[in-house]
């Protein structure tokens, strides 16, 4: 995706992730510009199903030929749903990084997370 | 994602707006905002191995060392034979320290008989200056810092002697081989060398021309290519990378570079390189699996530990290739070995230089 987009219905974070809610469960990914600001991502290190991942902390690695940046969840809970899809073209990740390219899907431990991430309208204000 | 800060005050060469133009992403090198790359890494990578691209290095430096004894000078600082360099000839050497441990890594070229003009690294130009003009001291000879006398061009690729040709006012050196030409109407010192592994040329040329030259390439099809595609090509290629693969805690012999170390011309550090006793050795390697090698990585070798200083994806090969200094015993082509990166154990085989030959790609 060649022009900056950041899609109304999400939840971001400062670490340029983003959450899309599903009910109890999310769906998480990189933003556009964290994916322009990478370059191209030549690989993703996907983490594995049942995995406990932690709002704030890292739980994946993305690649560019040059650097190495780790992926922040926005929220809490467990990956119930890994992209396989990644593994063999993580190029999704720069080329539809809120379709195709996203990064794990979470059954959410403490929905009241939610509140504490920006909306679209914050999000562009901290860029 | 976590990204890290731009630093102040940085230095700018004299193509800064053409990069702009060219959507270059500048970041911070050696002191200087210099372009990492512009489309992608990947794109420039290949555009140098089957067509032409040009990188803006003129944050490298370049002493220029005349008089009487400036062979005489060179010959004591410099690891090679410098006595061998013709007249408008190249030559490659290291600068060392008395213990062998590495300065540099250096381009010469012997511009004249009593002249020679040499290309430092960016971030060594105020040390190798300094020592070159303390160990100037007891020669007839002129040691000038000619760093702002030079904005440099790397023009490299199967395509870019033709390119070159059509905005050159003259016949283009053969490699290893310098000619005082025109370009695009700017004075031009032309060197038959390159970093990339790929037939081109490095110039030499007035800042205030470099522009017009840039432009004149670009209208000859030339792709502009920044620092990040410059690394993968030359890791590609085996090239060391100095502060990576080399530094002064490295001697030569250890890095693969005894080639270029003449001991008999009793350079400075010559008597500690004959006595050392290696113990490891510079070799490359690629990932049999996922993963991609960074350096500093710790590597598992069958008769010890080693360590990573290059590593990245191979565009030409579509895997993680780097270069390691392993054991004596296990720096052998086809040695299995596990690189740890960032807690993941991925499995790799030392492989012979370079890591990538042309014959491999159909492109």
């Known amino acids: ?127 | 994602m976590r990204l890290s800060p731009a630093a102040d005050t940085l230095r700018r060469t004299p193509l800064f707006d053409r990069h702009e133009q060219a959507g270059a992403k500048l970041v911070p090198f050696a002191g200087w905002e210099m372009p990492v790359q512009y489309g992608g890494i990947r794109a420039e990578h290949l555009s140098v191995r089957t067509g032409a691209g040009m990188f803006d290095v003129s944050h490298m430096g370049e002493i220029e060392t005349s008089g009487p004894q400036a062979e005489r000078f060179l010959q004591r600082i410099l690891s090679n034979d410098v006595t061998k360099v013709a007249e408008r000839g190249a030559q490659y050497s290291v600068l060392c320290r008395e213990d062998g441990g590495v300065l540099d890594d250096l381009f010469t070229y012997r511009l004249a008989g009593g002249r020679f003009l040499t290309v430092t690294n960016a971030a060594n130009h105020e040390k190798d200056l300094a020592w070159f003009r303390g160990h100037g001291a007891g020669f007839e000879v002129e040691v000038r810092d000619v760093h702002t006398d030079w904005a440099m061009l790397a023009v490299q690729g199967p395509k870019a002697r033709a390119a070159l040709e059509r905005v050159a006012d003259g016949e283009l050196p053969k490699r290893m081989r310098t000619a005082e030409l025109r370009l695009a109407g700017t004075r031009a010192l032309v060197c038959g060398t390159g970093y990339t592994g790929e037939d081109g040329c490095e110039l030499m040329l007035a800042p205030e021309g470099a522009p017009a030259v840039w432009d004149a390439l670009i209208e000859q099809g030339v792709e502009p290519a920044g620092l990040g595609a410059r690394d993968t090509l030359r890791l590609e290629v085996c090239f060391h990378l100095y502060g990576n693969d080399l530094s002064e805690e490295r001697n030569p012999i250890e890095a693969g570079l005894g080639w270029c170390c003449k001991l008999d011309t009793g350079f400075v550090g010559a008597d500690a390189l004959r006595e050392l006793e290696p113990r490891e050795r510079l070799v490359p390697f690629a990932f049999t699996g996922p993963g991609i090698p960074r350096q500093g990585n710790a590597v598992k070798a069958p008769h010890g530990e080693g360590i990573v200083t290059s590593g990245s994806l191979s565009p030409c090969l579509g895997i993680g290739v780097g270069m390691a200094y392993l054991p004596l015993d296990d720096a052998e082509p086809g040695i299995r070995v596990e690189v740890d990166v960032r807690g993941k154990t991925r499995p790799a085989e030392v492989r012979a230089r370079p890591l990538f030959k042309r014959e491999e790609t159909s492109g």
């Open chain 1, 1 to 127: 995706m060649a022009e900056a987009s950041y899609p109304d219905d999400l939840k971001y974070h400062a670490e340029h992730d983003w959450a899309r809610l599903e009910g109890d469960e999310a769906t998480f990914g990189i933003t556009w510009y964290a994916q322009d600001a990478l370059g191209e991502v030549v690989f993703f290190d996907p983490p594995e199903t049942g995995a406990h991942v932690a709002k704030d902390q890292a739980y994946a690695e993305v690649e560019s030929v040059k650097a190495v940046s780790d992926v922040f969840a926005p929220l809490s809970g467990e990956i119930v749903d890994v992209n396989q899809a990644l593994a063999d073209s993580p190029e999704k990740i720069n080329e539809d990084p809120y379709g195709e390219g996203w990064m794990v899907k979470v059954k959410l431990s403490d929905p009241s997370e939610v509140d504490s991430l920006m909306d679209v309208g914050a999000y562009r204000e901290l860029l």
